[in-house]
């Protein structure tokens, strides 16, 4: 019987079965690693040569700085190995990719431990570092009788790991048959280079089984290398047809290395890159180059995306989602790039569906930008008042002065004058708080720069962004209430203003609530709430409004909601969708408000009212001001 | 043996077609889903171009309905063809089979306060061209009170993609017109501007009613559309336009906005076409056979329109159309 563990520590538990320790089928192996290692270094340096040099300062200083050291770690262990992200919405579909990702990292490192522990000689470059703890188990022989448990321990770990990551390719491969069990409706048409890719990562693992088990007597084996060697054994009469397979293995493994620059896969290795670059506070600032290229190689064109686009509830647009508008990027194929980017919404649902975190709205952006930024503008209004017309600097409060003491500033925005009930009823709580407020656009006021940005107006946008910025700051208040998301997300984002607390009225109002200021009545009636883009995901704002509604009445559910809502289509963000189009993403986002059967929708966004009252023939439409000034009393 | 036609809209082309088809010797049932004939013309005080009076218009169209059979606040329910004619039921309970269907459905004026940002229904002194008839016909409107500042946005609902209106009223221009000069005389003290995209002063005697506007009553004609309106704290409107004519923002305060609603196809056209699986245009009017020759007929043999229910029409256009159709149906039945 052979001993369970064994003291003598003269006696070799390895031993090198191939003198040398090299066969010519590592070869495909070596090439297609070498090839591949050329190829993300030269990619590397082209990234970060593409950084503006304080991009590259900071990306430096990210690595001294302890907090984003951890963060780094934890982001990529969670992100590129776990895929958390995945999990939260999507199990199956995040056990697969955790299985794949995380199990194949597993045996990468198990098997240099191994290695390390065994044969640590062959961790050096000319004693074969690159390929021997690949192929590991060809190379040795286990010395029979003096396996101790650290090395019983190792075969099962690794054939656990095995069956990890072939319980994920399984899987895959189901997946790719029937993407809709696993909770996705539409998925992309994969590349040629994608489907090389994708065959051999699909053989990797089969074939190293295969190889292993042949091997298994030899080299050592557990729960399931070492039955499937006695099966082999059973069914060829020998363990002796190893060769070809240890081949088949190493082919694949170099096919996949040299088609994964080309394919999608290439978003394994350069996800962690963006994580990095975005930790470190990078922001994109060319559609194609530098943060934009870690970001356009990070996609793993998954199609995510595709269910997450409004526009997709027209199977003619799904042309148009982020996942093409990435891939025409990497091809550089200019003209296409250029009608994807403007058709966008800017509804930002792809992002934070995203589970790379590609942030294709930005990008679309910029590649808006190279065109239209260089577009001449005129704001020469803006310093010398129109003689007769609109005086140019906006007037805080119709001339009156600005209050001493909590001094707040209510800023409504073009798109609030367009609704002006919104207004009225912002007014009317105000007044019912007993607030001291001013109004600083009541006789007009200059846009809030957002929709110039959306278009990508940059310099033009600033310009505005100044103007107003001055007048904020010099009327002295210490809050800024908006009642437009649109406004919010810039005014937040943007303007830079110290010392000036920046509020949605749905935050004000439950605020005024809380303290008391506010007496909220609560009716019969029964609501669902619209989450504006920009309030939503643009400002993070989800549970202010909610609060609100549930005070006034019950709150019932969207099909999809909070950072899922569907955008409204009245977005300011497409340049060039149509109407006929944007009426069918309307009518999409009220089916999905309406699952339920809500006596009147809520929203809290002057874009999102005008778009859903001109559309909702049935269920009448309300913003929350209005919800609230309507079920006030003074205290 | 007389045949039966039921014509299903009341308004003056339904009743113009009453007239010439009861005088040819048919059976005329007129469906009206009203308490009273005439449609947007019985609410109307005076028409253009000359400001004639359209009560004594309408009480000829009436007094020349003859043995016509009117059919008053009856919906269409039901409205199926039965081998070569039409059986249409009504909520009256009556139900009629007819050899020959006319579709004068009309049209709807455009629902104001979908543009939230001129402030219908939430500002106390915006009305529109329809609340200015009714003042002018029964003389009170709490929110046309002494106005000395007076502003008329044309297009409210026309040739406007965001609003879902693409097309021309076409009746509008000088409807605002005939009513600035109408206001301008009944308060003779105001200010009357009329913000306009484009003027069609087109038919007629229109260019001269223009043209009388400016120099006879000092109408100001500003060229731009108002973005926006606000209602002061002394209920005063301020608007925001801009004068494209001189590349100008403007900021006006005004006592009083009047709004030209513009042509809607009716609801209730559209209802009656869904249930005899007649066409409608991107637009959303009913199709006829063609815009030439076909003009009243439909792709249903024995199914006509006539007036604003294919598109807007101003009211000679609409009883033009009445008596073709009339002329077009009489010859359908000799055929048959």
Redesign the interface.
Known sequence: MTPFYILQTDVPEVIDRIPGAYDHFILPYCAGIIFCLCWLGVGLVRVIANLSSSDRKALLLSFVNPVLIWKNLKDIFCDCLLHTKIWKRKPLLGFMHSAIAFGWFLLIVLGHLEVWLFAPRHLYLDNGSLFYPIFYRYFIWMNPGHTTLRGSLFFFLMDLCLLYVLAGIGLAIFKRFRSRLLGMKHTTKPSLMDRVALYSLWGIFPFRLLAESFTADLAGGSFLTLPANALLRFLFGDNLHFMPWWWAYSIVLGLFFVSLPFSRYMHILTEPLLILLRNAGIKVRHPRKGYAEAEIYACSSCGLCLDACPMNVQKKNLRFSSVYFIRFLRRHNEKKVNRIADKCLQCGKCLALCPVGVDSPAIRRRQRAAYNDRLAFDYS?LKAP?P???SGAPVAGGGTPAPAGGKVMYFAG?MS?????I??AVLEVFRKAGEDFVFAD???GLCCGRPLLLAGKDRAAKTVIEANRKMIMESGCTTLVLSCPICLKVFKEEYKLQGIEVLHYTEYMDRLVAEGRLTLRKGEGSFVYHDPCELGRGCGIYDAPRRLVEGVGQLCKAEKEGDESVCCGGSLGSLTLS?DDR?RITAGALDNLLVNHPDRIVTACPLCL?TF??ASSDVPVVDIAELVAESTARV | MAKNIIIIGGGPAGMEASARLDALGYTVFLVEKEKALGGHLARWDRLFPEGKPAGPVLDSLVGNLGNTKVLLESDVLSLNRLGDSFRISLSSGVSVIADAVLLTTGFDLFEAS?K??Y?YG??DHVVTNADVEEFFRTGGDPRIDNPQRIGLVHCVGSRD????CRNCSKVCCATAVKQACELKAKFPAATVYCFYMDLRMFGRGYEDLYLKAQKEYGIRFIRGRVS????RIDKTL?I?AEDTLSS????VTLDLLVLMAGMRPSREGTKVAKMIHLATGDDGFLSSLDGFGGMQATSIPGLFVAGAATGPKTLPDTIAEARAAASLIHEYLQKS
Not at chain 2, 228 to 231: A, D, G, L, R
């Open positions: 209004a129109v007769g017309g609109v073009c004058h367009l609704t002006p009930r207004i009225k009541e006789n007009g109407y009426k005008k009252s001109d | 979908k939230e940002e402030g939430i500002y993609e965001k609003a879902g926006e309106v606000s209602e301020q925001k100008t923002p403007l900021r």
